[in-house]
């Protein structure tokens, strides 16, 4: 079955320092979502893109995170600088036309200390 | 405020009941899909159903659409063990993207 494939699995470290978030699209999808999740806020949407292009990242703070995809093969979430409130587990789904519906990844667990 | 809250919270019952779980949300939708999600694991999407369908099954599921009360109900027929997961729902409000709920916690005991 084809998957979405997220790297790394899980992640800890310092408050202050760059993290990179890796995610591989499932082939042929042109949409690709990252969320976060905890258990105080849930699931929230951060951003969105569809055939490479931003769509929506108002869920981000702009002024730490950054999402792109150099290409259709991969899509990234950089977090810089790194605080503790931004510990929780990082989603990446994709899906083909849209919503309907999202294949999700197995997320990064991120701690930041 | 969020759309899609579920109810109950949590849910605990003895292998072979039937699970059923709630979510009610507050604008118009297009659809509204159920997911899954083992503990560790991402989302695994379930079931869709369209906001002029009222009902719709697949295997040991059965969900239903009420959109004048703006509510869905997800049910789980003979609840097995492997069953244990967060349940969400989530709503398509044509803005090309889901808005999930919190989730139910199902616990299914041997």
């Known amino acids: 079955d084809a998957r979405v494939t997220q790297t790394p699995r899980h992640k800890v470290t310092e408050m202050g320092q760059e993290v990179t978030m890796r995610c591989q699209p499932i082939l042929g999808h042109n949409t690709v979502f990252w969320y976060r999740q905890t258990m105080m806020q849930g699931l929230e949407l951060l951003a969105y893109f569809r055939n490479r292009a931003p769509l929506d990242d108002s869920g981000m703070p702009k002024d730490r995170f950054s999402a792109e995809m150099p290409d259709a093969t991969l899509a990234t979430l950089k977090i810089q600088p790194s605080e503790p409130r931004d510990s929780a587990v990082y989603f990446c789904?994709?899906?083909?036309?849209?919503?309907?519906?999202?294949?999700f990844g197995d997320g990064t667990r991120l701690s930041i200390l | 405020s969020q759309q899609g809250e579920e109810d109950p919270q949590a849910l605990s019952i003895q292998e072979g009941e039937n699970a059923t779980m709630n979510c009610s949300y507050k604008?118009?939708?297009?659809?509204l899909q159920w997911y899954r999600q083992n503990s560790g694991r991402g989302l695994v999407h379930l079931i869709l159903i369209r906001s002029n369908e009222r009902e719709k099954h697949s295997g040991r599921l059965r969900v239903t659409l009420d959109t004048s009360k703006k509510s869905s109900s997800l049910l789980i027929t003979a609840s097995r063990a492997a069953d244990t997961a967060s349940y969400f729902c989530?709503?398509?409000?044509?803005?090309?993207?889901?808005?999930f709920g919190q989730g139910t916690r199902l616990t299914i005991n041997p």
């Open positions: 989530a709503t398509d409000q044509g803005a090309q993207k889901l808005v």
């Open positions: 789904a994709s899906g083909l036309r849209g919503v309907q519906p999202q294949h």
């Open positions: 604008t118009s939708i297009n659809n």
